[in-house]
Each structure stands twice: as C-alpha cells, then as structure tokens.
C-alpha cells in the first residue's frame, strides 16, 4: 500500500514542528547545532524528510525568523486601529514588551541571536506590509505621532524617534528574559520597570503641554 499522502494541514503541523525544533536548537545550542540531521532528530523524522519541506537549512532557519516576525507582526496589529496618535503609540509598546515577555524563545531567535540578514530579498515577509512587518508597524506608529504633533520640535526624525524607542523596549525585554533569575541583581518589579521606562520616554520625547 502506498504512503498515505498528508494533507495541507498535516503537511503544516509537521512544517512547524520542524521550526520549532530548529528555534530550540539555535537558541540553546547555536547556529551550528543546527543542522537537518538534528532537527530531524528532535521531530522524530529523517534527514531526507526534512528536504521535502525545507531546501536548507539556511531556508529552515528563515523560515523561523520569519515566522516570529509575523506573529510579532500580528500581535500589535490591534494597536494600529487606535485613533488617538499618542494613545496608538503608547499602547504599541505596551503591546510589544508583552509580546516579547511572553514569548521569550520567538523573542530570543528575532533579537538576541546572530542569525542570517534579513535582506528582503529572501524573506516572505512582504516589506511594509503591516500584516506582516512589525518594523514597518514601528516607523508608521510613531511617524503618524510625529505628524501629530506629540513629540518635541526638536525631535525632526521619526525614525530616529522609533529606533530610539524600539532601542528602551529591546533592553527591557532582553533583560528580563536573560536575566530575570540572576540573583546577583536585586531587581525591582517588573511592572514598575515598564512604568519607569515608559514615563522616561515620555518626558524625553513629548512635547511639553502649555496650560492657559
């Protein structure tokens, strides 16, 4: 009797599986511990099989990025709706330090690990797609803020002002997820952190308000 053929779904649990086992390998191992033979492995499958859904493992491993990215991507897609500039801003990154804390191993493979370029040109992101790339989300959320009026006038590039911001958020983020258990450190609460870090940017960045 012939193999049974999987079907679309079937194919994309496997498909996903196999990242999975590939993010777990990257992050605890390194970049070299990832080879088809090991991820393999972890799922229980051949090397061979592994080919039918991935070339490479340089594509396996974009794939992943990628993969993170867009679950990144979808997660602040919420915020975008919020009509208030400022507000749209402020929950963004609330949006975003939560995505990060919540899911540390996606967080790691994005932003805390050496991996391949993300050259668009061998990414199935779609550039500026903002189903897609969270980047684009970034720039578009505080450049609409911008032309809002919200922050200083002698802050003239909004991109700056976003990679800045994104530059606070990446810190937090990547200190609690390394660091949250070093008991060198007597850290103090999480949720007064993020207000801190919050109310930091906030009296760097916004325009000061005049009362009549």
């Known amino acids: 009797m012939p193999p049974k053929v999987k079907t679309s779904a079937e ?9 999975d086992a590939a993010r777990e390998l990257f992050i605890h191992q390194g970049v070299e511990a990832v080879t088809m033979r090991a991820v393999a492995q972890q799922v229980g499958y051949s090397a061979t099989s592994l080919y039918l859904y991935f070339s490479d493992k340089d594509q ?7 993969a993170d990215v867009i679950k990144l991507a979808q997660s602040l897609k919420s915020t975008l709706s919020i009509s208030d500039p400022l507000q749209r801003f402020l929950q963004f990154g609330q949006h975003y330090v939560q995505f990060g804390l919540t899911n540390p191993n996606h967080y790691r493979m994005m932003f ?13 992101i779609e550039q500026n797609n903002p189903e897609q790339d969270a980047y684009s989300q ?24 976003a990679q ?11 200190l609690q997820i390394n ?7 007597n850290w103090r609460p999480l949720e007064a952190r993020v ?18």
């Not at 194919?11 to 990242?19: F, G, L, N, P, Y």
């Not at 660091?179 to 450190?185: K, V």
Request: aromatic share 6%.
């Open 11 to 19: 194919k994309q649990v496997v498909r996903t599986a196999i990242m």
């Open 60 to 66: 396996l491993l974009r794939a992943v990025v990628d």
């Open 112 to 124: 805390m690990t050496q991996h391949l370029p993300c050259d668009p040109a061998f990414s199935s």
């Open 138 to 161: 970034l720039i578009d959320v505080v450049t609409s803020a911008w032309h809002a009026g919200v922050f200083k006038p002698t802050l003239t590039d909004p991109v700056l002002i």
């Open 164 to 174: 800045t911001v994104w530059a606070a958020m990446h810190g937090l983020c990547a």
């Open 179 to 185: 660091l949250a258990d070093d008991a060198w450190i």
């Open 195 to 212: 207000q801190a870090m919050v109310s930091m940017c906030m009296h760097g960045l916004m325009k000061e308000t005049t009362h009549e």
